[in-house]
């Protein structure tokens, strides 16, 4: 059994704590976790000893602590989550996709590395997911769909056939998206129905969707804050 470490202390962490325990059993064991809040210090979590900050991974990962590490930051932290999954590729940690055995991947479809799908997902036949990718519960990429890297899907999104997903987007809670192509960096609110294609950096929601704002370059480089989100510091 190989040693795994998930980058991140918080809710999603445990997510994908749970999704590693379920859909890699056997093989990975999650061991710690490591989180840049110092206050979580020697604190544990789901039994699981909690280290700061996150920068120590690169000395777990020469010791030969851990074989491999998992980001286990949240969406609301979408430029976070991207230099996370580098810099285990660069350390040269194997980053394997934890599969709930309570998702579906078609024999035909990819998964990227890295990526983790929670029950009730489907990647339907030719479909092609990215790395680092994240697919919440019951949200469906179908036939032909391609997602690039660092997309996070909430729960309930639809894809129809063929859509193209750019890197780092983040598609909302329950969100149908019939067009042809969304951007990267794109943010897409809960329940929309996304018709028409989205430029890349653009925030849009709304049934049709519309364009809310799209973001600077610069904007797109830091963390964005979802509405009512409770947990505005990064890990
Ligand atoms: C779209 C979203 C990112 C916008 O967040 P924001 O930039 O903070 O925008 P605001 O909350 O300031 O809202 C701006 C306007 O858009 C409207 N709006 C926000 N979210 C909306 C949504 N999902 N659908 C329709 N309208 C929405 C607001 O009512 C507001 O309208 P107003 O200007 O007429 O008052 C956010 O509301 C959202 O839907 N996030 C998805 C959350 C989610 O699915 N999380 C899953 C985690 S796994």
């Known amino acids: 059994m190989k ?24 093989r990975w064991e999650t061991t710690c976790f490591l989180d840049d809040n110092g206050a979580l210090e020697g604190s544990t979590l789901l039994g699981l000893p909690v280290y700061t900050p996150i920068e120590r991974i690169e000395a777990f990962a020469g010791e030969g602590r851990i074989q491999g590490a998992l980001v286990g930051v949240s969406c609301n932290h979408m430029p976070v989550r991207k230099a996370l999954f580098s810099r285990l590729r660069s350390l040269g940690l194997e980053t394997p996709s ?27 036949a030719f479909a092609r997911v990215g790395a680092n990718c994240v697919l919440y519960s019951n949200s469906v990429v179908e036939h032909e769909c391609i997602l690039g ?26 969100a149908s998206v ?28 709304g049934v049709p969707a519309r364009i809310l704002r799209i973001r600077t370059p610069e904007e797109r480089r830091k963390s964005f804050i979802l509405r009512n989100h409770t947990q505005p510091s990064p890990p």
């Not at 202390?9 to 379920?22: M, P």
């Not at 934890?98 to 339907?124: T, Y």
């Open 3 to 26: 040693a795994l470490a998930i980058l991140g202390a918080r809710e999603h962490g445990k997510v994908v704590c749970a999704t590693v325990a379920d859909g890699l059993a056997g």
């Open 178 to 205: 019939v067009c042809r192509k969304v951007g990267e960096d794109v943010v897409v609110g809960a329940g929309a129905v996304v018709v028409d294609d989205i430029p890349d950096g653009a925030i849009v929601a």
């Open 98 to 124: 934890a599969v709930s055995p309570a998702a579906h991947v078609n024999s035909r479809a990819e998964v990227g590395a890295g990526s983790v799908l929670c029950p009730g997902a489907v990647v339907h």
């Open 149 to 174: 890297d660092n997309v996070y899907l909430g729960p309930g999104v639809s894809f129809c056939a063929a859509v193209e997903v750019g890197r780092g987007s983040f598609i909302g809670t329950g």
